[in-house]
């Protein structure tokens, strides 16, 4: 369990994924990472981090526990890095909510000046200190129909992630490649 969430950690997430392979379950893994979260680390300090993590990780449980019906798995792989597995059927559906909900929380995580302007000062990941949007959220759904590698996942959904990035605002997208 990771202590700052309580959510089960990596070894948990993995056998979870071996479980489902097992019994042949199709399954979405959606990662969850937030977008310029070292900066607002950096500028509101690492308390602030911590509650924005838990803030996190409250919307994903609360948006998947209603949503994601009997069949999900939620975890945390470290950091600001969390997952998901639903049953595809419940993957789009999920993380519109997530992205709804953290949309219209994560400003209490801000000052009220930076609410106001919906940006906070920081250094981006060049270097630059400059403005910065307020914190979103970016989500990757890869599909796992059988015995896939936990580390071939996740690569794809950095893959993904990197994509989704460089468009602004909370965003999910799918892996929609040919299976190999």
């Known amino acids: 369990m990771n202590p700052l969430t309580g959510l089960p950690g990596n070894l948990a997430i993995e056998e ?11 399954s979405s893994v959606i990662y969850v990472d937030l977008d310029r979260f070292k900066s607002y680390n950096d500028t509101y300090g690492f308390k602030h981090g911590d509650q924005m993590i838990v803030l996190l990780a409250k919307i994903i449980v609360h948006c998947t526990s ?10 945390h792989i470290g950091g600001d890095d969390l997952i998901v597995i ?3 059927e419940y993957a789009t559906q999920i993380c519109r909510k997530i992205m709804q909900l953290f949309d219209r929380l994560v400003g209490s995580c ?8 919906k940006a906070f000062y920081g250094q981006d990941r060049f270097g630059r200190q400059e403005w910065l949007p307020l914190t979103s959220v ?4 890869v599909e796992c129909e059988e015995q896939k590698d936990y580390g071939l996942l996740a690569e794809t959904a950095a893959q993904l992630k990197k994509h989704a990035k460089a468009i602004p605002g909370s965003i999910f997208v799918r892996d929609r490649r040919a299976k190999r």
Not at 138 to 141: E, F, G, V, Y
């Open 66 to 75: 209603k949503y994601g019906g009997q069949e999900y798995f939620v975890g």
């Open 86 to 88: 639903t049953i595809p």
């Open 16 to 26: 979870e994924l071996s479980r489902r392979a097992r019994h042949a379950k199709t």
């Open 110 to 117: 801000f000052s009220a000046e930076d609410r106001v302007r």
């Open 138 to 141: 970016t989500m990757a759904i």
